[in-house]
């Protein structure tokens, strides 16, 4: 199972990191490693205290004839190494030491059939720190939908049947710390809150 992940997919959210908007998606990948077991609190890693939250949508992947779709949507955590992100995007460097470490992913459990929504229906997410919304948005903003982003991942490497595609984040990206409560919500209802733990001591 591959974990395909897009950045700079929100303008907003772009902005504030001070990158160019893109005109091509944005593709990196993450190991299974990188997933945190359901329920499992988020551990910290040892090698950073800048660890950031970015809520996205996650959405699964079928095949139907021989092509890859978005069948179901859920809400995860693309949580990522910030200051040694920037310290390897100055250096022209990949990101995986910042973005695919063991657990800097989570997924909800609870998946929605995308058939479930009418036709346009946003699909509105946020996530709340310590009881306080940080970041919120819907699918519309996304600079390229689903159905563009799963075809540009296509023409590089195969999507299978139960890959997750996390699919960018919007504004409001910031440190989490130990101790911290994270809730995300998918049409306002609570799918996951976490308890944030500090990285394992190694005296
Ligand atoms: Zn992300």
Redesign the pocket.
Known sequence: MKIV???RNYGDHAKELGNAIPDEPVVFLKPESALVPPHAPIVLPGFSDDIHH?I?LVYSVIRKNGRAQADKVSIGL?L?ARSLQQALKEKGLPWEKA?AFDGSAYVAEAFTALESFPAGHHIDFMLKRNGKVVQSGHNGQMLFPIEALIANVERYMLLDEGDLL?S??PAGVGRIEAGDQLEGYLLGELLFDLKVEAAPSHA
């Open positions: 992940c897009i950045g970015e996205e693309d990522t973005k996390f960018g984040t």
